[in-house]
């Protein structure tokens, strides 16, 4: 004992963790302890004999060597620092010994052997307080899983099943007691040991394809997310009907153990499962976000219309070399070609001008796409037009409004004070910036997903200035340090992003404000596999460069365009469906079709040398818009724009049915009523969600109000 320091010895403000006592307590009390913890802080030397358990004195230290991980011989689990618990709202640090006051064990078979071997500790503070403790064995009595993983492992009960019929009701259930309780009662049952965080493998899940399956999830968001994934798993297995309860007075965190200590009998948990809802299958996470119906990947066709002129010559050359869909190569080569011929073309609505510079964003499944290959070969034909623009006049990277006005600024002048021996005498006008003489700038960014996550940020100006962008040219912040302007800028920009990245990153703020309408969103997926590559030949490329050249050469000299007579008869028969607003999140993202249209238009009818917009540029402009709004119906779809009542329809495509207890659930109850009631009572305005009510289970009790998904 003379080789412990003082610093490890207990003190009142660092008592032993295994009896809470001190070496400064009184005597005669019962609370006195002479013991330290070691120099490793593995083992607390505590001298109560009381607490000892099976221990025996350590040596002649006069103390009992208790062991701070795990499940100490004494019979209790210690811990260096006890989990805190509520204390009044405060988190409250507990210096007792957790003592176990009751061991459950639970084995796992895999083909009849046993595998592993769940272990819980419910254990009681001397404050009276219960918790638990959990860990994993082998068979033979090591600690751990052997290699395995809880998600690789067979669900709990599953070796119980091996001689229940096809087609019998089985109920998956989260933990090992929710399933004894359920066997309890003579329902067959499995149940999930990973924890509500973790999904069983596949193989975990095949044996029960050949069984009617009812998924009982805990009465929280973490067991609802449990089970829908579960199910969805299930369903990608080739499982045709999975179906959950609906258990309506069910208390935060419930399951069927407490369904039963509630005091429910046999009958009535029957009548549950027999009245199980089915969960809709989700057949691609990406897509079912977006308001897809149809399994698989979908992309929109574009019309053959908007494959004319110069644009579709171009695609007809590089689209059998690249992997890139041929709609994907004819929007780079629009947008390129627009900000390569600039401002000078333009039509008027109005006092309004409208030039050829458009904003779009390709959506793809993933990487996979070949998004940027689509660039590749336009952007080398672009710059042997125009070297100068290829050189300075494409850029990546956007950060913020400032340094995109930095790109096309106008020239600044500053009143400089001239002085005559330390004596202001004057001021005279000095440059001090000559400017940006090139005013057009093509943005080409490749993750759109990292712009609108910087957006995010509340002192980021890229947002408001990339609308002045589109819309007239003239750019400015409103903050007072920033002095940058820019007119008569001629900004074009393509970007790349996910259709998972666009659903998470695109907020409300930017459906709502306008900026995503400045954009055509269109779904590209790569057209072909190429496993040498694509390079188009010389001799097919190098006329294209000179009907670029041509092209460009004529468009600059081309000031206001017109539609003639045959154009403004078809422009008056598709205007009302092009102004006709949409509800939702679609309508907010499709609502500027008209100048979308009129833009793409009038590039057409330069493209193909002409003075004026003719019929068959305004089809050609017409069929990229009906891409771009198909793409759009299908990124969007019926959503609201408002995450709150998005949030519920999705929940309800992809769980089923739900009551409005289980809809709280889905915001950790953090949303008041009056938030639910407005975005359900948009929902049923919209026609996406009903309301239904559905007797008590067996008979007994209240109704339950459910809301589903029409």
């Given at each position: ?371 940027g290959q689509a660039w590749s070969v336009p952007r080398w034909l672009l710059a042997q037009a ?211 249209v009129l833009r793409l238009s009038v590039l057409y009818a330069l493209l193909d040398g002409a ?100």
């Open positions: 004992m003379s080789r412990v320091s003082s610093a490890q010895r207990f003190t009142t403000s660092h008592p032993c963790p295994i009896c809470g006592g001190a070496e400064s307590d009184p005597r005669g009390v019962g609370r006195r302890c002479n013991g330290y913890v070691s120099h490793d802080g593995q083992y607390a030397y505590c001298s109560r004999e009381e607490f000892s358990g099976e221990l025996s004195l350590y040596g002649d230290t006069g103390a009992y060597a208790h062991k701070l991980e795990g499940l100490c011989r004494c019979g209790s689990l210690h811990g260096e620092a006890p989990r805190p618990r509520p204390n009044n709202g405060q988190p409250r640090h507990p210096t007792v010994a957790e003592r176990v006051v009751q061991t459950q064990r639970w084995t796992i078979y895999a083909r009849g052997t046993p595998i592993a071997v769940h272990v819980r500790f419910d254990v009681e503070g001397a404050d009276g307080q219960r918790d638990k403790r959990v860990h994993w064995e082998q068979p033979d009595g090591a600690l751990g899983l052997g290699g395995r993983t809880t998600a690789s492992l067979p669900l709990y009960g599953l070796s119980e099943l091996d001689s229940a019929p096809d087609g019998a009701l089985v109920v998956l259930a989260e933990g090992e007691p929710a399933v004894d309780a359920l066997r309890d009662h003579g329902i067959l049952a499995a149940g999930t040991v990973c924890g509500a965080r973790v999904t069983p493998t596949d193989d975990g899940l095949r044996p029960f394809l050949r069984f009617r399956v009812v998924v009982w999830p805990d009465h929280d968001d973490d067991g609802e997310q449990h089970m829908t994934r579960i199910a969805e798993g299930l369903h990608r297995l080739g499982h045709g009907d999975v179906r959950r309860v609906m258990w309506a007075e069910a208390p935060p965190t419930g399951d069927a153990v407490d369904f039963f200590a509630a005091g429910h009998p046999t009958e009535e948990a029957r009548a549950l499962l027999e009245a199980a809802v089915p969960m809709a299958p989700e057949t691609q996470a990406t897509l079912a976000d977006s308001g897809v119906d149809a399994p698989g990947w979908f992309e929109p066709k574009m019309g053959a219309d908007a494959f004319t002129g110069l644009a579709g010559r171009i695609v007809d050359v590089l689209e059998p070399h690249s992997e890139a869909s041929p709609v994907a190569i004819l929007l780079h080569v629009l947008v390129g070609l627009g900000s390569l011929i600039g401002r000078g073309p333009h039509a008027l609505v109005e006092k309004t001008s409208h030039h050829v510079n458009e904003f779009v964003a390709l959506v793809g499944r993933s990487s996979k796409g070949r998004k125009d070297e100068e623009w290829a050189a300075g006049r494409v850029v990546s990277g956007l950060s913020s409004g400032e340094g995109l006005i930095y790109h096309v600024r106008d020239p600044r002048d500053e009143q400089q004070p001239i002085k005559e021996k330390g004596q202001v005498t004057g001021y005279a006008t000095v440059r001090v910036d000559e400017g940006v003489s090139d005013k057009r700038l093509l943005v080409f960014e490749a993750e759109l997903a990292s712009v609108l996550r910087r957006m995010e940020m509340d002192s980021n100006s890229l947002s408001a200035v990339l609308r002045q962008a589109w819309d007239e040219g003239r750019l400015a912040t409103l903050t007072r340090n920033s002095p940058l302007r820019a007119t008569g800028a001629h900004v074009s920009l393509i970007a790349h992003v996910t259709l998972d990245e666009l659903a998470v990153t695109l907020t409300e703020t930017e459906r709502a404000n306008g900026f995503a309408n400045r954009f055509l969103f269109h779904l590209v997926e790569r057209s072909k596999m190429l496993p040498e590559g694509g390079e188009p030949p010389e001799e097919a490329l190098w006329p294209l460069v000179e009907d670029t050249r041509r092209v460009v050469d004529h468009a600059r000299r081309v000031g206001r365009i017109q539609r003639d007579e045959e154009a403004r008869e078809l422009w008056a028969a598709v205007y009302p469906q092009l102004s006709d607003g949409k509800p939702g999140l679609l309508g907010a993202v499709t609502a500027r079709a008209e100048a979308h003075s004026a917009v003719c019929r068959q540029h305004l089809l050609a402009a017409l069929a990229v818009w009906d891409h771009a709004a198909a793409s759009a119906e299908c990124i969007f779809g019926d959503r609201t724009g408002l995450s709150v009542a998005d949030t519920i329809l999705e929940a309800l495509r992809r769980r089923g049915p739900m009551t409005r207890d289980g809809l709280r659930n889905l915001f950790h109850r953090n949303k008041t009523a009056a938030e639910l009631d407005s975005a359900l009572r948009l929902l049923v305005e919209q026609g996406n969600v009903r309301q239904t009510v559905r007797p008590a289970a067996g008979g007994r009790g209240r109704p339950a109000t459910v809301w589903e998904a029409v």
